[in-house]
């Protein structure tokens, strides 16, 4: 086999890239909601709107990596549920 698919087929490649698929609808659905707070705050400072983009940012990066966490140590798979 070749090198880089035995690096391909590791579990931390695996998480991966589930994390970044996921991230894809996740990062849509919040881009989503900061877009209608951006509009609710659109009266206000322009400091408070940067303090919210911040905020969504932070929160798709903890979003991205808790999933991938919790996809490479199993947390939540269904054989966990039938014991």
């Known amino acids: 086999m070749l090198p880089i698919l ?3 087929k590791s579990p931390l ?16 659905l919040l881009a989503g ?8 705050l659109k009266k ?3 400091q408070t709107r940067y303090l919210a983009e911040c905020a969504m940012l932070i929160v798709m990066v903890h979003r991205a990596t808790v999933f991938a966490d ?3 140590t199993g ?3 269904s054989k966990d549920r039938r014991r």
């Open 33 to 40: 909601l900061i877009a209608m707070i951006l509009f609710a």
């Open 44 to 46: 206000s400072s322009s």
């Open 70 to 72: 919790h996809h490479a």
């Open 6 to 8: 035995h690096v391909l």
């Open 75 to 77: 947390v939540g798979d």
């Open 13 to 28: 490649i695996e998480s991966l890239g589930w994390a970044l698929v996921h991230f894809v609808w996740q990062g849509a």
